[in-house]
């Protein structure tokens, strides 16, 4: 571990003395010029034409639905660099970034010290096939930080991840039914497509084509928050469950989180019916707390998927839990699954320098105060202008929705205003303000993120609520 901070450190300094190569009165009127210009006129036309030929080239323009502002309208926007808490697209208009990548930036996005351990780590190469030493260092730090987990595998997303511990939750218990939460979303694989959140939601599709019936027949689904539906289906399906499988705070359905006895809840059916909990932490893992929501709401499930923030940046995944159950993954079980890329020194170094960071005194706190603000300005900002508008935080993660509320599952959330979001999301967008573009995601903050992001933000929140 040593060895790998010193790296992040001396490139760190040499990082800081590059400003100091080029004449200091250049950036200054080129910041001067774009600033002006932004307050002048908000243009697209770069990001269009780039738009209009990627469609050309990948279906909808895109290699992810959400980003094709489909649930939003208008023009997407094409994304030339980012740096802390803001982002830059091509036609030069800067944003205040609620995304981070959909979660990975909690550092803050292209962080000094980040670049600069992966820049000494590509010296070696950027990919072996075999294993390496980081592997074990940043899997040691995840086992430390999260409850559930013992042991634990490295893959390459978060929804290869639900992938690999479906099929181990199925080998383990000798059962193949599972339950899941309407509106939650744990990547494309067949089995989850059923009333899934994120993407399926923003484009209105209730499952996918190409799906088979039979890829699904056994996955059985709950609204999120409800506790006897679960009950029943343990009932009904009796020694036939596998495990249950829930991001214990949603953030692909917008932002909501758990009633206070619905997590303790649903451990309890677990237990009494030699079922497996899963948590998808993908989102909120070393998010709500170090470690993850379990931490935070001292539930700790069976196993456990995360994704984004343990690979700082890069693509990564990961599933993990009791020493018992991850023995069944091959080769040291039966169960298979493997990932050419899986535990690249790349994904590894990012991870580790992210945890670090993370593990520092007063982090969280941090995280939680300025993502409150934000929540609480925006809310009271839409409610003084007159609309109907609930919303909330957990440390730096959140999200609001255009209804009254209280929203508590994925059929509340859909009472949403999703035409008036959409006006609120453009016009956002033109006072250089980025949040996700669907009523149904969550929003995330950083350690870049200040006062003064937060300020501004509120404010350009009371102009656009004014004029919608």
């Given at each position: 571990m040593?060895?790998i901070?010193?790296?992040?450190?001396?490139?760190?300094?040499?990082?800081?003395r590059r400003?100091?190569l080029?004449?200091?009165?250049?950036?200054?009127?080129?910041?001067t010029?774009?600033v002006?210009?932004?307050?002048?006129?908000?243009t697209?036309q770069?990001?269009?034409?780039?738009?209009?030929?990627?469609?050309d080239l990948m279906?909808?323009g895109?290699?992810?639905?959400?980003?094709a502002f489909?649930?939003?309208?208008?023009q997407?926007?094409?994304?030339d660099?980012?740096?802390?808490?803001?982002?830059?697209?091509?036609d030069?208009?800067?944003y205040?970034?609620?995304?981070?990548?959909?979660g990975p930036a909690i550092i803050?996005?292209a962080?000094d010290?980040?670049?600069a351990?992966?820049?000494e780590?590509?010296?070696?190469g950027t990919s072996?096939?075999?294993?390496c030493?980081?592997?074990n260092?940043l899997?040691?730090?995840?086992?430390?930080?999260?409850?559930?987990i013992e042991?634990?595998r490295?893959v390459?997303?978060g929804?290869?991840?639900?992938?690999g511990?479906?099929?181990?939750a199925?080998?383990?218990?000798?059962?193949?039914?599972?339950?899941?939460?309407e509106?939650?979303?744990?990547?494309?694989?067949?089995?989850?497509?059923?009333?899934?959140g994120s993407?399926v939601?923003?484009?209105?599709?209730?499952?996918?084509?190409?799906?088979?019936?039979?890829?699904?027949?056994?996955?059985?689904?709950?609204?999120?928050?409800?506790?006897s539906t679960?009950?029943n289906?343990?009932?009904?399906?009796?020694g036939?469950?596998?495990?249950?499988?829930l991001?214990?705070?949603?953030?692909?359905?917008?932002?909501i989180?758990p009633k206070p006895d619905?997590?303790?809840a649903?451990?309890?059916?677990?237990?009494e019916?030699g079922?497996l909990?899963?948590?998808?932490?993908?989102?909120?893992?070393?998010?709500?707390?170090y470690?993850?929501?379990?931490?935070y709401?001292n539930i700790t499930?069976?196993l456990?998927?995360l994704?984004?923030?343990?690979?700082?940046?890069?693509?990564?995944g990961?599933?993990?839990?009791r020493r018992e159950?991850?023995?069944?993954v091959a080769p040291?079980?039966p169960?298979?699954q493997?990932?050419?890329?899986?535990?690249?020194?790349?994904a590894?170094?990012a991870?580790?320098?992210?945890l670090k960071?993370?593990k520092?005194?007063g982090?969280?706190?941090?995280?939680?105060?300025?993502?409150?603000?934000?929540a609480q300005?925006?809310?009271a900002?839409?409610k003084?202008?007159?609309?109907?508008?609930?919303g909330?935080?957990i440390?730096?993660?959140?999200g609001?929705f255009f209804?009254e509320?209280p929203?508590?599952?994925?059929e509340?959330?859909?009472?949403s205003d999703?035409a008036?979001?959409?006006?609120?999301?453009?016009?956002?967008?033109?006072?250089?303000?980025y949040?996700?573009?669907?009523?149904?995601?969550?929003?995330f903050?950083?350690l870049?993120?200040?006062?003064?992001?937060?300020?501004?933000?509120?404010e350009a929140?009371?102009?656009?609520?004014?004029r919608?």
């Amino acid at each position: 571990m040593a060895a790998i901070s010193g790296v992040g450190l001396s490139w760190t300094s040499k990082l800081s003395r590059r400003p100091s190569l080029v004449s200091p009165r250049r950036p200054c009127v080129k910041m001067t010029v774009s600033v002006e210009k932004e307050k002048k006129a908000f243009t697209l036309q770069k990001s269009e034409e780039a738009f209009n030929a990627a469609k050309d080239l990948m279906p909808g323009g895109v290699n992810s639905p959400v980003r094709a502002f489909k649930s939003v309208g208008g023009q997407p926007i094409v994304i030339d660099s980012v740096k802390g808490s803001h982002m830059w697209d091509i036609d030069g208009n800067e944003y205040i970034d609620y995304v981070g990548s959909w979660g990975p930036a909690i550092i803050g996005h292209a962080d000094d010290e980040v670049l600069a351990a992966l820049a000494e780590t590509m010296k070696k190469g950027t990919s072996f096939g075999a294993p390496c030493l980081l592997e074990n260092v940043l899997a040691e730090m995840v086992i430390s930080a999260v409850p559930s987990i013992e042991m634990v595998r490295f893959v390459n997303s978060g929804t290869e991840a639900c992938m690999g511990v479906l099929r181990l939750a199925r080998a383990f218990t000798g059962h193949q039914k599972i339950v899941k939460f309407e509106g939650c979303y744990h990547g494309h694989a067949d089995p989850f497509l059923v009333k899934a959140g994120s993407g399926v939601a923003t484009l209105g599709l209730p499952d996918s084509p190409g799906v088979p019936k039979a890829a699904t027949v056994d996955t059985l689904t709950s609204p999120f928050n409800d506790i006897s539906t679960v009950e029943n289906l343990f009932k009904t399906h009796r020694g036939e469950i596998a495990a249950v499988i829930l991001e214990p705070v949603v953030g692909n359905s917008g932002f909501i989180t758990p009633k206070p006895d619905f997590l303790e809840a649903i451990r309890r059916i677990t237990k009494e019916n030699g079922a497996l909990l899963i948590f998808d932490e993908v989102m909120t893992g070393f998010r709500l707390s170090y470690g993850g929501a379990q931490e935070y709401f001292n539930i700790t499930p069976d196993l456990t998927t995360l994704g984004k923030i343990i690979g700082g940046g890069l693509p990564v995944g990961a599933y993990g839990g009791r020493r018992e159950i991850m023995e069944m993954v091959a080769p040291a079980g039966p169960m298979y699954q493997a990932g050419t890329l899986s535990g690249n020194p790349l994904a590894m170094t990012a991870g580790i320098h992210t945890l670090k960071r993370l593990k520092e005194k007063g982090i969280y706190e941090y995280l939680d105060k300025i993502t409150g603000q934000l929540a609480q300005g925006l809310v009271a900002a839409g409610k003084r202008a007159g609309h109907a508008i609930c919303g909330g935080h957990i440390s730096g993660m959140f999200g609001f929705f255009f209804t009254e509320g209280p929203v508590y599952n994925f059929e509340d959330a859909k009472k949403s205003d999703t035409a008036k979001f959409a006006r609120f999301y453009r016009g956002m967008l033109e006072e250089g303000v980025y949040f996700a573009p669907s009523q149904f995601e969550a929003g995330f903050t950083s350690l870049a993120h200040t006062s003064e992001d937060i300020q501004r933000t509120v404010e350009a929140a009371e102009k656009v609520f004014g004029r919608i």
